[in-house]
């Protein structure tokens, strides 16, 4: 990966984007950015810096139809940038697959690059996508616009249905995430008609390691207060600042390893996916260098290479960066601290009002929620090894929650915004006042229940 020899670490964001012109949908233009909203502007002459081939006013505005996130660094987004707009050259793409061919050659005697058409950028992405070069990368292919998905997914169907053995290996290698605009109703229905509506759409993708937040906190918590413990996955022990170890990204978990065991594991469990319980060496000999992801071996969660690498880079290369996540963190929980109070007083009363309707759940009053509260906090406090007692106490909760749900999260917040800002305090606050993050996680769970009791009745 170009991204090793480097020394800064991996981007947050970095994508290769689908731009359309509104005016004239046959102009299409592909480009590469770490920051999409930006580039836009640029496009649209808002700002310095755009193309040339997008200057033209007639074109105008222009607007970024789909584009593919998770590049490693601006090199690979270039490579794939390239690939993809000249397929008649690329070593990308074997010849035989080539879906654009140059029929006309230039002055010069180079081939002419063929007119792109959304569908030929469509067939070339899907290609692209799952040679070797690019599929081991953790890709995401994003969509705004209806028709460009429907288009996708034709051409998805399309080549399954003419299936070769290799053709139907997109799905495995790219995740594909729409976010359309919402409908003008739907606007509508969420909020005062002046109101600017949510963010979709390339506004709504993190630009920054702000979604790393947590597992940034907790990677770093254990690696300053020396808690590596032994390797998750050969059992002998890490000794503190002496190599490369990667931590699991599930909430709850501390698993750290070496960098080589993390990724023989993850190996070993494609391998285990792809051949049944029948993981042989030689399908091991036969597998990628570079892992995509696999379970946790001890809380058993999924974690994905690519976010390890992301965390481990920015520890080990950009300890400012890191430094400005966490105080931005605190901040912010410093600010909910005061909101929580309040949603948890409110919540309070209407507990209290409901358990006084209904009959026999004495237990899951707030009162004694809240006394279980106190009482797992002064635990967790006294002993580190009792905090283990509580992780285990909640190994659910932490192994079904994988960290990316970017999506779901912005939906959330748009159709529910005080049920997010309820949750989310309490849990801040709870960090904020425990002695380490993990104290602050376990007892994050048990202030969450007087609030939701109909929790714990289930
Ligand atoms: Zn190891
Ligand atoms: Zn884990």
């Not at 996130?69 to 793409?93: C, D, M, Q, R, Y």
Request: charged share 25%; hydrophobic share 35%.
């Amino acid at each position: 990966m170009a991204s090793t020899v480097s020394s800064r670490p991996i981007p947050a964001l970095y994508t290769v984007y689908i731009l359309r012109s509104t005016m004239r949908h046959a102009s299409l233009y592909i480009g590469s950015t770490p920051d999409p909203p930006r580039r836009l502007k640029q496009h649209n002459g808002a700002i310095k810096g755009g193309a040339a081939r997008t200057a033209r006013e007639s074109l105008r505005p222009w607007e970024i139809v789909s584009l593919v996130s998770g590049f490693p660094g601006p090199v690979a987004a270039l490579k794939f940038e390239w690939a993809l707009t000249n397929p008649h050259l690329s070593l990308h793409i074997p010849t035989e697959s080539r879906l654009s061919v140059a029929h006309q050659k230039k002055k010069n005697g180079h081939p002419r690059r063929p007119p792109a058409s959304m569908q030929s950028i469509l067939a070339n992405l899907h290609l692209l996508l799952r040679v070797p070069s690019f599929a081991r990368w953790p890709l995401r292919l994003h969509v705004f616009v209806p028709e460009v998905y429907a288009a996708w997914n034709k051409w998805t169907s399309q080549s399954a249905a003419t299936a070769t053995a290799t053709a139907d290996g997109v799905r495995e290698t790219v995740e594909v995430l729409t976010d359309f605009q919402p409908s003008a109703s739907a606007i509508a229905g969420a909020g005062a008609a002046d109101e600017p509506g949510p963010a979709w759409g390339i506004h709504a993708l993190p630009l920054d390691y702000s979604p790393m937040r947590d597992y940034v906190d907790k990677a770093q918590d254990i690696f300053t207060f020396e808690r590596e413990g032994d390797c998750t996955v050969c059992h002998t022990a890490l000794p503190p600042g002496q190599g490369l170890y990667a931590v699991c990204h599930n909430t709850l978990c501390e698993a750290a390893g070496h960098l080589r065991c993390w990724s023989d594991h993850l190996l070993e469990c494609e391998a285990a996916t792809k051949h049944g319980s029948d993981h042989s060496h030689k399908s091991l000999q036969d597998a990628p260098l570079v892992p995509k992801r696999g379970d946790c071996p001890a809380c058993g969660g999924p974690v994905v290479w690519g976010d390890m690498m992301k965390e481990l880079t920015l520890r080990m290369r950009a300890p400012s960066e890191v430094e400005k996540l966490i105080k931005a963190k605190r901040r912010q929980e410093k600010a909910a601290d005061k909101a929580a109070a309040e949603a948890e007083k409110a919540a309070h009363f209407a507990v209290v009002a409901e358990s006084r309707m209904s009959t026999g759940h004495d237990a899951e009053s707030p009162k004694a929620a809240k006394k279980t509260k106190t009482a797992a906090k002064t635990a967790a406090k006294t002993t580190r090894t009792k905090r283990t007692v509580n992780e285990v106490d909640t190994p659910k909760k932490s192994s079904a929650k994988p960290t990316k749900i970017t999506k779901t999260t912005r939906v959330t917040k748009a159709t529910s915004p005080t049920l997010t800002k309820a949750a989310k305090p309490a849990k801040a606050r709870a960090k904020t006042k425990a002695a380490t993050s993990i104290v602050g996680e376990a007892s994050a769970v048990l202030i969450d229940r007087p609030k939701t009791p109909e929790v714990i009745v289930l």
